[in-house]
Structures are given as C-alpha cells and as structure tokens.
C-alpha cells in the first residue's frame, strides 16, 4: 500500500488516471442512486395507477371474474409483473377460493395469493401494500357498483425491478467510461511528456559550455514556466562563467606589462658588468620571468578560447597552419636534432577545415610544442592530415615516452602536468586544445605511437567539415 502511495505521489499518469476513476465512480454512483430514487417513485406511481384503472376496468364492464390463470399468466409473462383480481373472499366457503383452490392443484407453478394464501377479506378499501403469502404485494380494494368487493394486486417486486434496471441503465455507461478514460489520461500523458523526455535528451547531450537557452516553443504551456526558469539560470550561469573567463584574461593580460617590463629590465641588466655568480642568478631570473610570460600567454589563450566562438570565415587549409607552426617552432626542434616532417606535403594532399585560424593555429601549436619538448634529442615527430567520412582527421605522432593510459584523461585537465619529465611548463596546453575542440564539435584521443613498445604519443584531432 505504501508503495502505491509512493508510485501515486510520483507519477503524474497515476494521479490523473486515480483521480478521474475515482471523480467517475462517485458520480456514477450519485446518478445511480438519484435513478433509482426517481425511477422507484414512478414505478410506484405507475403500479398504483395500473391497479387502479384494472378495478375501474372490473367495476364498469361488470366483468365476470376470470381464472386466474386467465388474468395473470399471459405466455412468457413475468410472474411479478402478473396482476391479480380477486374477489375478496367472504370464507374458506366462497366460490372464489374455491375455484381458484381447484386451479392451483392444475398449475402447481402459479404464486398467487389464492385460497393458500388469501387477501384477508377485513382490508380495507384503498391502495396499501400488504405481506401475502410471505411476498409483498401492492393491493388495490375496491367495492364495486354491484356492492362486491374485488381485491386487484400486484407483487411489490415489479417496481423494484423497474427502479433497479433504471439504475443499472444509468450505471453502465459510466462503468465503461472508466477504462476508457484510463486509456485516453494514459496517451494523453504519454504523448504530453514526449517533448520533456527529447528535452531531457537534448539536455544531456550539451557539452559543459553550451548553456544557450532551451527551445521552449513545443513545451505544454504547464511546463515552460519550469523551463523559462531553467533557461534564466543557464544565463546567470553563462554571465558568471564569462565574468570568469574576462578577469583571468583581464589579469593575464595586466601582468604582461609588468613582466615585459622586468624582461626589459633583465635585459639591460645582462649587458652590466657582473660577477659570474650574479650572472648565474641572473639567468635564472630571466628564465623564470621567461616562465612567468608563457604561462600568462598560455593563460590569454585559454580565456580566449573559452569566450563565444566567432563565426568562422573560408575553412583554413591545414597544410598552411602545420607550415606556420613549424615556422615558430623549427628553432627548438632543430636545437634538440628532432627530426620534424608533414607527410603528404610533396603530395600535395591538404584538408580545409570550417574553423577559425587562430583556433587551428593554437591547437596544432600545442601539439607540436609537446611533441618537441616531452621527445628526447634525436627524436621524430610526423605530422599528418587526411579527409575523409566527413571529418578531417589530425595527427600528430612523436618518439617520446608517450603519456601512461591512466593519465590520459587527466592530462586535459588545466594546470596538471605528468611528473618526471623534467620539463617545465605550465599545464595549460592540453585544456586548450580540448577547449578549442571542444567547441568545434571535434574529438582528441591520446594513443601510443608504437602499440608494441607501448612508447611514443599519437594525439588525433578528428574535426567534422562543413558538409557533414
Ligand atoms: N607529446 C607528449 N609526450 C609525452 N608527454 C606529454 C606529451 N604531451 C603532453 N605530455 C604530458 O602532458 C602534460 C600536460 O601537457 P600540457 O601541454 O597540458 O601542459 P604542459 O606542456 O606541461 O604546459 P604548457 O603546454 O601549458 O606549457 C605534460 O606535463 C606532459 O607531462
Ligand atoms: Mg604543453
């Protein structure tokens, strides 16, 4: 039981469903009593009536008295619908009782009130119902013109049969109404909560960053409230992660003038007269200034592609990113002896991809610098891009230590760094590029370069083109 009471104050079907049943079953049982009430007073009415245009009957046409048989037992009538006249019996000597003594032993079937069961001689004239016999009758005495006393009856039971099948009339279509009513709350209710259930879907599929507001319009009119709530909460959500995002890059951005001004100062200071010593300390001041520039420069990136995408121009041909990251980036990986290549460049084969150049450009800058960095010396690096199933698939695969699986997932997350490496950087890399992913529908998987030596990284970035 408390578990329906559970099911019932959770499920909306239930309640409805329970509620018009119940609303339906009462009002069934209200109109089935108020027709039974209104049919048994006309039926009583009608039966009163009846006896006494039967006595009238009698009383002009001085009709002789028929056997009972005669009277009551029309073929295939119903014995409490048959009616009565009788003589009111004057002794167990009246003709009357006898006659109709000698008949009840011929039809053994006939439930008369006869010399068996007489109408007491004493009753008076009037309508009354009276116990005959053990059944209850409704009986008419009339005197007659002629001075003779005839008893016209009826058993009580025709009118109550009467009211009943009223009643049950009057039931029946409610009865019915039940299930079907059931029937119709249950794909009303089904076919209301579609669109939530597709809501819900849609909500689940959004990313961390797509807080745009929910499509309200096909919402019932019960609903949208609930929504247009939700979609108001999405929008301080979204102002406050902006506000977020603005301060970071508004502070990033304020400490770059300090810092360009210490590098200047650093500088300048290289070219003063100094003790080794103090050229030693200087140097690593300068790289920690150094370190201080390309975390903020990180951090600017990271804000910024964690702002609202611009609407991208003409797609951007990747070949011509790799070139100009490799531009940048060739000093380091010629310092290290890293043997560094695009395959498919002699090919000519490309990929133009729907996004933003300075998107792809992080992204692919990103990848490189880790190439470079986490590769020992000697090391290799192979570019690649190819187009195909309506996706433009990135790689780029180096000879390096590779990152452990377990750390996979963990690597995109900002400001965390795999230690031993011996490297430093700021751990921003990664969340920059998924960010940037991210918001161009485009997935990053981490693999091992080399599956058997279970050495080397092999980052894809797999971009959907416009047309898919
Ligand atoms: N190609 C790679 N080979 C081996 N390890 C890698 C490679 N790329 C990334 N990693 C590991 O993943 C970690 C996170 O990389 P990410 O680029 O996010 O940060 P970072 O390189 O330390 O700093 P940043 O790029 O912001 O200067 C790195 O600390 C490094 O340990
Ligand atoms: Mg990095």
């Known amino acids: 039981m408390d578990g329906f009471k559970r099911r019932l104050s959770e499920s909306v079907q239930l309640r409805l469903s329970f509620g018009v049943s119940l609303a339906i079953l009462l009002v069934a049982i209200v109109a089935g009593v108020f027709s039974f009430a209104s049919a048994f007073d006309e039926a009583h009415e009608f039966q009163d009536d009846m006896l006494l245009q039967v006595s009238a009957l009698f009383d002009r046409q001085h009709l002789p008295l028929p056997h009972l048989g005669d009277t009551g037992r029309a073929a295939h009538s119903d014995e409490e619908s048959r009616v009565i006249v009788q003589y009111l019996a004057a002794g167990p000597n009246s003709p009357v009782s006898q006659d109709t003594a000698a008949r009840r032993e011929d039809d053994p079937n006939a439930a008369l009130p006869d010399a068996a069961r007489p109408i007491p001689a004493g009753v008076p004239d009037g309508v009354q119902t009276l116990e005959i016999g053990g059944e209850p009758f409704r009986v008419l005495v009339k005197t007659m013109a002629t001075g003779e006393r005839i008893a016209v009856a009826q058993e009580t039971g025709f009118r109550d049969e009467m009211a009943r099948d009223s009643a049950l009339r009057t039931v029946t279509p409610f009865l019915i109404l039940v299930p079907v009513l059931l029937l119709v709350t249950a794909n009303l209710v089904r076919k209301m909560f579609r669109p939530i259930a597709s809501l819900a879907a849609e909500i689940d599929r959004r990313g961390e960053r797509e807080l745009h507001a929910i499509d309200e319009g096909h919402l019932p009119s019960e609903v949208r409230p609930f929504v247009v709530a939700i979609n108001r909460l999405l929008g301080r959500i979204g102002q406050s992660m902006e506000a977020q995002r603005r301060f970071v890059a508004d502070a990033a951005h304020e400490l770059r003038s300090p810092l360009t001004a210490l590098s200047l100062q650093a500088e300048r200071l290289a070219d003063a007269q100094m003790s080794d010593q103090a050229r030693e300390r200087l140097h690593v001041l300068r ?85 470079i960095r986490y590769t020992p010396e000697r090391g290799r690096i192979d570019l690649s891009v190819t187009a195909g199933g309506g996706h433009a698939v990135l790689r780029v695969v180096d000879s390096g230590p590779g990152i452990p699986a377990a750390e996979r997932e963990r690597v995109f997350d900002p400001f965390y760094r795999v230690l031993g490496s011996g490297e430093v950087g700021s751990g921003l890399g990664l969340s920059i590029v998924k960010t940037i992913a991210e918001r161009l529908g485009a997935d990053v998987t981490l693999a091992c370069a080399d599956e058997a030596s279970q050495t080397g990284l092999a980052v894809t970035v797999r971009i959907p083109l416009a047309d898919a």
């Open 287 to 371: 790289k920690g200034i150094e370190r201080g520039r390309s975390l903020l420069d990180q951090l600017l990136t990271l804000a910024h592609a964690q702002s609202a995408p611009e609407s991208p121009g003409s797609p951007v041909s990747v070949m011509r990113v790799y070139r100009r990251v490799l531009e940048d980036l060739m000093p380091l990986a010629e310092a290290k002896l890293i043997d560094i290549g695009v395959e498919g460049m002699e090919r000519g084969s490309d990929a133009r991809v729907p996004v933003n150049e300075v998107d792809l450009i992080a992204v692919v800058k990103n990848l490189v610098d880790n190439a």
